[in-house]
Structures are given as C-alpha cells and as structure tokens.
C-alpha cells in the first residue's frame, strides 16, 4: 500500500487516562489538601459538594445526604472515594441534636455511598474513609492503643465504631476498604492547632487540666501522604492509625508550642472545672487522651516526614 507523500504518519501513542479519586468532605481543612496533593500525583480530583462547582482546580458532582440525593455520575466514574464528611466533633457544645448531627454526618453519608453504588453496579477499586482515634475512648491510661484494641463505650467510642460500621459494607461486598483512625491534625490554616495557639499568642499559654494526658496528634503532610498510600497501595486494607510515632502529654505539646512561637509557658494549669464550664461534657476530650501506636501504617512501609512535634510545628510557623 502507498500513502500520498504530503500526509504525515506518526506511529500511535498510547492513550492515558487519569483515574478518579471522588472526595466528600473535599472544601474542608484536609481534603483541600489532600485534592492538591493528589493532583500532583497525576489523579483527577472530583468534590461531592451541595452545589455543583466547575473551575480548573475544583470540579464538583453534585449530594444532598439530606435529601438522601447523589449525582450518580459521580459513582460510575470513581476509581476510588475517600470519605472525609462529617461535623466536626471538637466543634461545638455536645447538646443532644448536635450529638445527632456528629453521628447522622458520618454514618448517615456512608450508607448513602454505599447503597448508590449498590444501585449503579459500578465497584471502586477502594473506598477509604476516615475515622478518629476517639475510637479507643476519651480516657486517659498507660495503654498504648493499637488497631486490635476494642472501642471505648463512651461517645467517641460509639461514633467512630458505628463510623466505621457503615464501611465496612463496602469490606463485605468485595470493595478494598481503608479505615484511617486520625489524631490531632496539625495545620497552620486551621484546625485544632490555630485553637491551640490562641492563648499563646495572647502569651497565657499553659497545659489543660492535670496536663499529664497525651495528645496523638500528626502533621497535616504526614496525614495526607497516607491517604495518598492508601489509594496507591492495593495491599493496604483494614484500620490504620494516622498518628506521629512520638508521644507526648498535653504539657509537653503546649510548652514545645510556646517555645517555637517564642512565647512564655505557664506552669500553673488551667483548671479542669473551667474547661468543663467553658465546653460542658465535650471537654472530655481535652482533658483526656492516651498514646496511640503509629506501628502498623510504619510497617507498611510509610515514612513520616514530621516524626517529632518540635519539627513539625518550626515546619508550621517558620517566621517564629
């Protein structure tokens, strides 16, 4: 066969498509994140958000979980869904109709993933989902809690077991599942941390209640790279704790917090009955905390970036 001469012919490339990463919760702290990490992974990043968005960094399908509603394009193009959404526990008072919300937020979503994908037929290679180390209580013990361990029967106990509950589904219908039990997220945009450096900055910083309960916390770089892994590495399954591999008390986080923001720490402790005044039955979870194992997400290989506080808080507020 002959070809005419003025007709170029260039041998064919293959074609490559980016996979699909869907992420709820993908306007908050982490997920902003997390979608700029990904993307510069090379995955296409898509938000679930209550209204539709369409620009080159923040394209969206449209859920109401209220509504029980989902766009269920968004389902049949997902290579993988990381489920972030839920209201923030740390938030607000404990009434009742918020402990309602924490709980419908997270277990509630869930299920509506679940049940459309169920309906669409169309399976993700993961689904990923985040959980909290509230799971193992909010108790203060010599325990080293790790992925094995039994939940707590108190409320945080209770919303991150029914949490992960709700994904476990996705486990049982032949979906790889990904449960990341999340500590203290570190961040210079937001969070605990910015709550956290308030006093400090007012210089009246000092440690909360007896001061001697741990404080898991994590670097927002560290927690991001994981959920980066987990969709990457097809042998990550199951709970994985997202905690720095250094324990350190309530105490020991603030007085480094001071030190590398320059301002005095206060021995004399703000009084647990002033904490319970100020945030009711929801102070709890200040004036407790125990250490958690980071052992088995190191095992699988990840590196963290910011293993020790110090470093990781000079990587936030660098000027100080």
């Known amino acids: 066969m002959t070809f005419p001469r003025n007709c170029l012919y260039l041998p064919l490339q293959p074609v490559f498509t980016m996979e699909k990463v869907i992420i709820t919760g993908g306007t908050g702290l982490i997920g902003i994140h997390l979608g700029k990490n990904l993307r510069e992974k090379g995955f296409e990043v898509v938000m679930l958000s209550r209204k539709r968005i369409s620009d080159s960094n923040n394209q969206s399908y449209r859920w109401d979980p209220d509504k029980n509603e989902i766009d269920p394009e968004a389902i049949l193009k997902a290579d993988y869904i990381i489920h972030l959404a839920g209201a923030g526990i740390g938030d607000k008072r404990w009434t009742k109709s918020r402990k309602r919300l924490i709980l419908d937020s997270r277990v509630k979503t869930s299920e509506l993933i679940f049940n459309k994908v169920q309906e669409t037929g169309k399976k993700p290679k993961a689904?990923?989902?985040?959980?909290?180390?509230?799971?193992?209580?909010?108790?203060?013990?010599?325990?080293?809690?790790?992925?094995?361990?039994?939940?707590?029967?108190?409320?945080?106990?209770?919303?991150?077991?029914?949490?992960?509950?709700?994904?476990?589904?996705?486990?049982?219908?032949?979906?790889?599942?990904?449960?990341?039990?999340?500590?203290?997220?570190?961040?210079?945009?937001?969070?605990?941390?910015?709550?956290?450096?308030?006093?400090?900055?007012?210089?009246?910083?000092?440690?909360?209640?007896?001061?001697?309960?741990?404080l898991p916390w994590i670097h927002i770089d560290d927690l991001c790279d994981i959920y980066v892994k987990a969709v990457e590495d097809s042998k990550m399954t199951g709970v994985f704790n997202a905690v720095a591999p250094q324990h350190v008390s309530n105490r020991e986080f603030m007085q480094t917090l001071a030190g590398v923001m320059g301002k005095p720490f206060f021995f004399l402790a703000i009084p647990a009955f002033f904490m319970k005044l100020l945030f009711g039955k929801m102070s709890v979870i200040l004036l407790n905390g125990s250490r958690v194992s980071s052992d088995k997400i190191m095992s699988y290989g990840y590196h963290f970036r910011f293993p020790h506080l110090k470093n990781a808080l000079k990587n936030l507020y660098p000027n100080r």
């Open 127 to 214: 689904f990923i989902t985040a959980s909290g180390i509230g799971y193992y209580g909010a108790v203060t013990s010599e325990k080293i809690f790790c992925e094995t361990d039994q939940p707590s029967a108190d409320f945080t106990g209770y919303i991150c077991q029914q949490w992960e509950q709700a994904a476990d589904r996705f486990e049982q219908s032949g979906i790889r599942t990904v449960k990341i039990r999340t500590g203290i997220v570190l961040s210079n945009k937001g969070g605990a941390l910015s709550k956290m450096a308030i006093p400090v900055k007012f210089w009246i910083g000092s440690a909360l209640g007896s001061g001697r309960q741990y």
